[in-house]
């Protein structure tokens, strides 16, 4: 698994003067371009369908890369596997520019190759028409040859190990992409730092979900990004020299200056993470050890954190998906809201009722303990509501199952919903790693609502209360990081017992745990 990712687009090719299919108004010679890249194309229009990736493949024959080619190669020979280089274009400019061929993982295909139909063996042929290598016939198996591309409809395996990189992921950094065929949006919100390079802004691509935007070509702002790249592996070495002195304690002063600035905000955020349900008795499971502790049946099948987190499960094997996630909202709905829930509570009674919540949690927990509706934020959705896997009719709704009946043995439930509209499976409405299409009505509807508190709130002095909210999926942090480094009448407290430490000089880091630090400071 890679720290770094980088993701490009047609756009980091298209100074080297690749071609795409956007340049084309969607045709080539009168043919629509769905007819020649389609899962279908090649039964429907074979001939046509091998000339035209034939002309794309001889075109490629006298493109060199650029300066951003070169760049990224020379960045992962210093850092070879901190950093994963990911693309969705099938042309060979990274190769050129000297990543060899297996370290770049070529999302849609790869132009120079061709795959055997029938025995799938793949072989480079350069920039050869496919009929002028071997007649374009499988030298093992006699069958017929293809371009070894991603065609519209067909399976994209290598999206596994950009989910397998992301997970480790700390910095994502996003070039040349219209954001059309993957949803950069949520990968940016997976991850703590995020960079984002177009040459203009696009409808599809939400930028507050970066940490960094740079409108510009790709060939004058990959300098900057390598600037930041460096940097980050630098804090990387530094940091962790820094977490094994920091002081366990909290001093006094500190606790005292918290207070102070409580007290005289007028106006209460407060953000939370799996850290905050722990002083409840919920379990925060910190990676692959803790949740199999938890769900010992989990272990033996042999699945990690990311693939039960994950909308493949609910395909796969829906019972134990089941399984797990409705062990899950019994054990939020039986259990009772910490008594920190009610210190906070009191604490924004004091300011008027001037707060928002923002929160990764999806345990309903802040609702439950009286907190009003309108004014929380739930990044990630929530256990209770539900949506159809395949989202078929876009809708959002309550969740009415009632005590799932579950056989801890194997983590199967007994009744599995189903989509009355498509008899797919319906999930949870949160947002999983890869294998769903997360519903963002409802969280839409209240990031509006934040959006337009944290306008009201411009020129107050607001207090970012953070709790327990870790840096495995940093949305929380990564948000209160960025916001009060921006607005100065913004201050985070930080609260956490492993990872308090902040990035302004003017927040607050608190190393504890979430109700007693609470209790200690408002
Ligand atoms: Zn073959
Ligand atoms: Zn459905």
């Known amino acids: 698994m890679a720290k770094v990712i980088i993701l490009s687009g047609a756009g980091i090719s298209a100074e080297s003067g690749i071609s795409t299919f956007r340049d084309t108004n969607g045709l080539w010679e009168n043919y629509n371009i769905e007819d020649i890249c389609s899962f279908d194309s090649l039964e429907k229009n074979e001939d046509l369908t091998l000339q035209f990736y034939d002309q794309r493949r001889i ?22 596997n901190d950093i994963a280089v990911i693309t969705q274009n099938v042309d060979d400019l990274f190769e050129k520019a000297g990543i060899p061929s297996k370290d770049i ?45 991603i065609f519209f ?42 960079i984002l390079n177009n040459l203009e802004p696009n409808d599809r691509i939400n930028e507050t979900n970066f940490s960094k935007v740079i409108y510009d070509k790709a060939t004058i702002a990959i300098d900057e990004i ?41 106006a209460i955020l407060i953000t939370a993470g799996a850290g905050m349900g722990v002083d409840s008795g919920l379990p925060d499971f910190r990676g692959n050890e803790g949740l199999w502790k938890a769900y010992p049946p989990l272990k033996k099948a042999g699945y990690a954190f990311t693939q039960v987190e994950s909308g493949y499960l609910f395909s796969k094997n829906p019972k134990l998906a089941w399984g797990f996630y409705g062990h899950r909202l019994n054990l939020y709905r ?33 609702q439950k303990a009286g907190f009003d509706k309108n004014k929380i ?85 607001v207090v970012i209360l ?34 308090s430490e902040v990035l302004n000089i003017d927040d607050i880091g608190i190393r504890g745990k979430g109700l007693d630090t609470i209790n200690k400071i408002i």
Not at 59 to 80: C, F, G, M, Q, R
Not at 379 to 395: A, T
Request: with cysteine; hydrophobic share 30%; net charge positive.
């Open 226 to 266: 390598k600037q930041i790249i460096e940097d980050y592996f630098f804090k990387r070495t530094t940091a962790k020299i820094w977490d094994t002195q920091i002081n366990t304690s909290t001093p006094y002063a500190t606790l005292q200056t918290a207070k102070n600035i409580i007290q005289e905000a007028d």
């Open 153 to 194: 409809g067909e399976s994209a395996p290598k999206y596994d190990l950009l989910n397998y990189h992301l997970y480790d992921c700390e910095l994502l950094v996003v070039i040349g992409t219209s954001g059309d065929v993957i949803d950069v949006n949520s990968l940016a919100k997976k991850v703590q730092q995020s």
């Open 334 to 366: 039986e259990t009772k809201p910490h008594y920190g829930f009610q210190l906070l509570h009191d604490l924004v009674k004091l300011k008027n009722n001037n707060y928002f919540i923002f929160t990764s949690n999806v345990d309903n927990h802040f």
């Open 377 to 461: 934020y739930e990044v990630h959705g929530s256990i209770e509501y539900l949506q159809c896997i395949n989202n078929c009719n876009n809708k959002v709704f309550k969740n009415h199952l009632k005590d799932m009946s579950i056989d801890m043995e194997t983590l199967h439930v007994k009744d599995v919903p189903y989509c009355k509209e498509c008899n797919k499976v319906t999930v949870p409405n949160i947002l999983l790693f890869g294998g769903t299409t997360f519903n963002e009505v409802r969280v839409k509807e209240q990031n509006k609502r934040f959006l337009q508190w944290l306008s009201d709130v411009k020129d107050l002095k």
């Open 105 to 149: 993982i070529h999302l849609h295909g790869f132009s120079t190759e061709v795959e055997c139909k029938s025995c799938k063996e793949v072989f480079d042929i350069g920039y050869k028409k496919i009929h002028d290598f071997n007649n374009g016939i499988c030298p093992k198996c006699n069958n017929k040859l293809r371009p070894n591309i």
């Open 59 to 80: 075109e490629l024959k006298d493109k060199v890369p650029n300066h951003a080619h070169k760049t990224i190669a020379k960045l992962k020979k210093i850092y070879s």
């Open 466 to 499: 953070e709790i327990g909210a870790g840096k495995t999926v940093p949305t929380i942090r990564n948000f209160n990081d960025s916001y009060s480094k921006r607005h100065e009448n913004f201050k985070l407290i930080r609260i956490n017992p492993l990872e």
